[in-house]
């Protein structure tokens, strides 16, 4: 996949429109992108054979059309075939390929019900010609990035564009090719395009990023999956082949940027990219299932879901004495959420009554439940690593020290017997019987949020406890002793439902300014005034399984971690405004 983009670039230009007397046009160029020794292949071709007529009734105008195909014994056969893209047109060929991969890719993009998927349709909008990628797009990403990582970031596209391809409408063989031979290089393209892609997700915007995303996830998540199986298959070969901590960084993307009087980091993390913290004692996908029958519906289920986290800090510098600057950091928005990759084609032809499918539906209700969930968050902000120019942080918060309100309510009974007479002609005593009933109520929170410092950087920490046992989820594990007394699974069970849920009814973890108020401050002098600093940012995130509607023992705790470096403009504003 590296030598795609030199490739497209040496590309001979078109021949001029045919005339009676001119040779035939050459046969298409091809690139061999995946092949077996004694199988089919698949291959990129360019075909400059095909012409068009000027708008203006002028001479005809060459184009070159791509297809992606699979040569078998015989001739290829063709499995996706691009538009025509005119040379003579201000945009690269190569360019204009890329805008029709994306929008491809956009297309294709993971089902995901959310604010009501047909309410833009009903309107008389398509909604899958909102998301759209032009070539000012293209072209203004290829300006922000490098060289490098813009190639990578066309090859990514083509290798997504691939796996759809393989994913619906390709035979199986592809399929095989694609992860076999194409693997290495969707890990290469992971770890060079990422100043391209935070450049093509800063300028489309999040609507459009959030469906790239989703659509890239689902090709990740089917790649994790697929490790994940090879590795069971190779410890099961060989004893000595550790089996824990199969994370895949690489496929753990985010990015951070400075906009506004804001700094944004977004992350997305497949499931089974990121490390293990704690598991079950068989934590392989491929595991001989529980004894209940749902159980390996339930862990398919759960490797095709998708970390999505976006941190928002507000920043301000001010001037409240003549001798430094005071730049004040506090929580604008943080939102966690596990997305659940479903791929589903909407059905055209069914109408607005019961379908046929209704009970596939109902069970996908059902497992829709059945997410991992955000139990642990880890924000930090700070002067750029070893920087010496500020001084702090000052915390804006004490370590929580909170009340209980314990509510305790006592129940005595009594009750009185007189004497009787047995049988034999024995009297008893009388006797009184007394009963004493205490019980207590407390309030708590599920989450707790705390600061703290580590070198120049401030930390925003929250911790999610079960609100039954106080448990703080991300850090349990099985007793050994057999005890249930600080087992959360319980108190975690239909955790999305009732008025004490520590989540928003669509999966997810919205933390805004009312939880946390107080600013982090730092102090810096006046001579770096009018100069851009370079700021760290960095996000960990942990997300857990229990049990949630259906009866299962598994149970695990992930985690992904990003950092990233923003601006810091030092321009001040009066102190007195806010």
Known sequence: MDDVWPWLASLPAPPPAAEPDAPPPPPPWSLQLASSPD??????????????????????????????????????SALWTSDGFAVSSPVPVRLQL??????????RSPYVPCLGANAVEFAGVDASSEARVDAEVVSAVMGAAGTDAFAAFFSLALLLRLFWLCALDAPADAGYLFFRDLGAGIERALGACRPALAAFLCFVGPDVEERFMRSLGYMLA????????QAATGSAAKAEVPRRRRALPAACLSYAAEAHGLWVLKGYAPVLAMARVTAAASTSITASPHEVPEEPALRYGLVHQQLEAVVQLEYAVRVRDGRFLAVSVRVDNVRVRVARLAFRKDDEDAGGGATDDDAEDAGDDVMDGERHFPSRIRLWVGPRFGASYATGPSLGRSTG???????????????????????????????????????ARTRSRSWRWEQEAEGSAGLFEGVLYDPVTG??????????????????????????????????????????GDELPEEMTWRVGREEEGRTLRWRLGLKAWVSYLPNEVRSRHFETRCAEWAHEVELPLVPINGDES
């Open 401 to 439: 020290n909170p009340e209980r309100d314990v509510e305790m309510t006592r129940t005595i009974k009594g009750a009185f017997s007189g004497a009787t007479k047995l049988a034999n002609g024995n009297v008893n005593a009388p006797r009184m019987k007394a009963k004493m009933r205490s019980s």
């Open 222 to 229: 089917k790649w994790c999956l697929l490790r994940e199986m």
């Open 39 to 76: 199988g089919p292949s698949i291959v990129l071709q360019a075909d400059a054979a095909t012409t068009a007529d000027g708008d203006d009734g002028s001479e005809p105008a060459p184009l070159v059309a791509f297809s992606l195909a699979i040569n078998g014994a015989g001739a290829a």
């Open 471 to 512: 448990t703080e989820v991300s850090a349990w594990r099985p007793g050994t002793g057999g005890s249930g007394a600080a087992d959360p699974r319980n108190g975690m069970r239909r955790r999305y439902g009732g008025p004490g849920r520590a989540f928003s009814k669509m999966r997810g973890l919205v933390v805004a």
């Open 98 to 107: 890329l805008v029709q991969l994306l929008n491809d890719v956009l297309d």
